[in-house]
């Protein structure tokens, strides 16, 4: 780069003299000063920094901005190093920024003072020349209004200054990616000008790629680190602790607005969570498969990316906000368990909104499918143990309602009321009601509401009419999620006692 840019060569070298040889070029700063010294050498004998030629000077720091852009190792370091190398490459350039692609989101990204990354927007006369990779120069002012002021607020071009920008192309492997954006407000650009833009946009290339390369090798390390302390953590026998602990690590790697983790529940085919951005919740968040986005996750166990919320058909406000949050950009990962031979299956679905009001990118999906990865097997022999350790609870509880009947078994009015209290601590309900079928009328009789005994005959419906009347003649077994909209529901039960009903489930006692 340094030979080439220190032309013509016979004018340095007088023509009496060869052009160095490997050896004398060495590598780096050793072959610039081989070239300063042949320089001087055919201008005095003693050469001093002081009495250094201007352009001596201007090579100089062109060379170490070089050096400083070669050495960067972090992407706010190359930009800067980069923004230096196009000033010596435009000596009147009056502002200028570079922009480094940001491999997470496919877009190009620029550093704020804080060090803070921001993306290049997708529209103006900037990106224009983007997409077609090519090197424009601009001569007529830029619009206020466009997007590109946003990186460069102080973008002004005074009489004769033209406004360059050009996009550093990747053509390796024939990728053919934008890696690099340099832009610049200068004087109008000669052979020389662009000769040099062409040395620079190698030289750049080159360090990009390798600049990104660290990039990705270090976010992948820190990613494997992190997963390897997350699994260490992940030993826990609690599904509530264990949501809590999965969503922590989500929200602080994906940085997402909120964060759930829903499971499915076997008895109601809800998927229940028991967490909400990290935190344990005091009522757990229930939600139908049949009916959600969220459940279309969970049967068709494929990743649900939306990047408008509102304009998508499937999104029912009622039933897919959580929390009373309505997001605009929502992403449904399934959580899979690995069965023998390779077989998997889903067992729960995590549900992440927003993340600094940007849509949700493959990257994104490809992270959290990496995490529950590892995460997925001690989900899966939590909620076993979980619920092997509710079907004891469960068998001790059905043993001990045996023997407390069995004490009741005298009395007809304290049998069906100990029939009450059991069903209703068994389900945890609100209410509980027993209807006895009265074969002389063939109709329903409840002698027993709430565990209060009744006056004969207070409360009676017909066979087959509302739910229970349904379920005794039918004989099946029913759990009804939203009662009142339910067409067999019967609404003047509710009347007779003064109870409003949201969900109810009912089952025949046989003889």
């Given at each position: 780069?340094?030979?080439?840019?220190?032309?013509?060569?016979?004018?340095?070298?007088?023509?009496?003299?060869?052009?160095?040889?490997?050896?004398?070029?060495g590598?780096?700063?050793?072959y610039?000063?081989?070239?300063?010294?042949?320089?001087?050498?055919?201008?005095?004998?003693?050469?001093?920094?002081?009495?250094?030629?201007?352009?001596?000077?201007?090579?100089?720091?062109?060379?170490?901005?070089?050096?400083?852009?070669?050495?960067?190792?972090?992407?706010?370091?190359?930009t800067?190093?980069?923004?230096?190398?196009?000033?010596?490459?435009?000596?009147?350039?009056?502002?200028?920024?570079?922009?480094?692609?940001?491999?997470?989101?496919?877009?190009?990204?620029?550093?704020?003072?804080?060090?803070?990354?921001?993306?290049?927007?997708?529209?103006?006369?900037?990106?224009?020349?983007?997409?077609?990779?090519?090197?424009?120069?601009?001569?007529?002012?830029?619009?206020?209004?466009?997007p590109?002021?946003?990186?460069?607020?102080?973008?002004?071009?005074?009489?004769?200054?033209?406004?360059?920008?050009?996009?550093?192309?990747?053509?390796?492997?024939?990728?053919?990616?934008?890696?690099?954006?340099?832009?610049?407000?200068?004087?109008?650009?000669?052979?020389?000008?662009?000769?040099?833009?062409?040395?620079?946009?190698?030289?750049?290339?080159?360090?990009?790629?390798?600049?990104?390369?660290?990039?990705?090798?270090?976010?992948?390390?820190?990613?494997?680190?992190?997963?390897?302390?997350?699994?260490g953590?992940?030993?826990?026998?609690?599904?509530?602790?264990?949501?809590?602990?999965?969503?922590?690590?989500?929200?602080?790697?994906?940085?997402?607005?909120?964060?759930?983790?829903?499971?499915?529940?076997?008895?109601?085919?809800?998927?229940?969570?028991?967490?909400?951005?990290?935190?344990?919740?005091?009522?757990?968040?229930?939600?139908?498969?049949?009916?959600?986005?969220?459940?279309?996750?969970?049967?068709?166990?494929?990743?649900?990316?939306?990047?408008?919320?509102?304009?998508?058909?499937?999104?029912?406000?009622?039933?897919?906000?959580?929390?009373?949050?309505?997001?605009?950009?929502?992403?449904?990962?399934?959580?899979?368990?690995?069965?023998?031979?390779?077989?998997?299956?889903?067992?729960?679905?995590?549900v992440?909104?927003?993340?600094?009001?940007?849509?949700?990118t493959?990257?994104?999906?490809?992270?959290?499918l990496?995490?529950?990865?590892?995460?997925?097997?001690?989900?899966?022999?939590?909620?076993?143990?979980?619920?092997?350790?509710?079907?004891?609870?469960?068998?001790?509880?059905?043993?001990?309602?045996?023997?407390?009947?069995f004490?009741?078994?005298?009395?007809i009015?304290?049998?069906?009321?100990?029939?009450?209290?059991?069903?209703?601590?068994?389900?945890?309900?609100?209410?509980?009601?027993?209807?006895?079928?009265?074969?002389?009328?063939?109709?329903?009789?409840?002698?027993?509401?709430?565990?209060?005994?009744?006056?004969?005959?207070?409360l009676?419906?017909?066979?087959?009419?509302?739910?229970?009347?349904?379920?005794?003649?039918?004989?099946?077994?029913?759990?009804?999620?939203?009662?009142?909209?339910?067409?067999?529901?019967?609404?003047?039960?509710?009347?007779?006692?003064?109870?409003?009903?949201?969900?109810?489930?009912?089952?025949?006692?046989?003889?």
């Open positions: 780069l340094l030979y080439e840019g220190l032309s013509p060569s016979n004018a340095i070298f007088g023509g009496a003299r060869d052009p160095p040889s490997a050896t004398e070029k590598l780096g700063r050793g610039f000063v081989n070239l300063l010294k042949m320089v001087d050498s055919h201008t005095t004998s003693n050469y001093d920094f002081l009495f250094r030629r201007p352009s001596a000077v201007v090579l100089s720091g062109y060379e170490d901005a070089i050096l400083s852009m070669g050495a960067a190792m972090i992407p706010t370091e190359f800067a190093a980069a923004k230096v190398c196009l000033h010596f490459t435009l000596p009147s350039m009056s502002t200028g920024a570079a922009l480094l692609l940001d491999t997470e989101n496919n877009e190009l990204a620029y550093f704020e003072e804080n060090d803070k990354v921001k993306h290049l927007p997708k529209m103006g006369v900037v990106w224009d020349a983007v997409r077609q990779r090519m090197l424009e120069v601009r001569r007529s002012p830029v619009p206020d209004n466009d590109i002021r946003t990186v460069m607020p102080n973008l002004a071009q005074d009489s004769g200054q033209v406004f360059v920008i050009a996009p550093m192309v990747d053509q390796r492997r024939s990728l053919y990616r934008v890696l690099v954006l340099l832009l610049a407000v200068c004087d109008e650009l000669s052979e020389v000008h662009l000769e040099k833009l062409r040395i620079l946009e190698r030289n750049v290339i080159v360090t990009a790629a390798r600049v990104l390369a660290n990039e990705t090798s270090e976010k992948e390390r820190a990613t494997i680190e992190n997963m390897l302390d997350v699994c953590d992940l030993i826990d026998l609690d599904i509530v602790s264990l949501s809590v602990k999965i969503l922590k690590h989500i929200m602080s790697t994906v940085k997402p607005t909120t964060s759930t983790l829903f499971f499915l529940e076997d008895g109601t085919q809800e998927l229940v969570a028991y967490a909400y951005n990290g935190v344990a919740l005091d009522t757990e968040i229930r939600k139908p498969v049949s009916e959600s986005i969220y459940g279309e996750c969970f049967r068709m166990g494929e990743v649900v990316n939306i990047s408008n919320v509102q304009q998508d058909l499937r999104f029912n406000p009622r039933i897919d906000t959580i929390k009373d949050y309505e997001p605009t950009h929502l992403l449904c990962i399934p959580v899979k368990r690995r069965g023998t031979q390779g077989t998997q299956s889903v067992i729960g679905v995590l992440v909104c927003d993340k600094n009001d940007r849509p949700f493959k990257h994104d999906e490809d992270g959290l990496y995490s529950l990865h590892f995460c997925s097997s001690m989900l899966n022999n939590t909620l076993v143990y979980q619920r092997e350790l509710a079907l004891k609870k469960q068998n001790e509880v059905l043993l001990q309602v045996a023997k407390n009947l004490t009741s078994l005298d009395n009015s304290s049998l069906l009321r100990e029939i009450m209290n059991e069903a209703r601590r068994l389900t945890n309900a609100e209410r509980c009601s027993l209807f006895l079928l009265d074969n002389s009328t063939k109709n329903l009789v409840a002698t027993v509401f709430n565990s209060d005994l009744l006056k004969e005959g207070a009676t419906i017909k066979m087959g009419q509302g739910i229970a009347g349904y379920v005794a003649q039918t004989g099946r077994t029913v759990n009804i999620t939203d009662a009142q909209k339910h067409p067999q529901f019967f609404k003047e039960v509710d009347k007779s006692t003064g109870f409003f009903t949201n969900c109810c489930g009912s089952s025949t006692i046989m003889q």
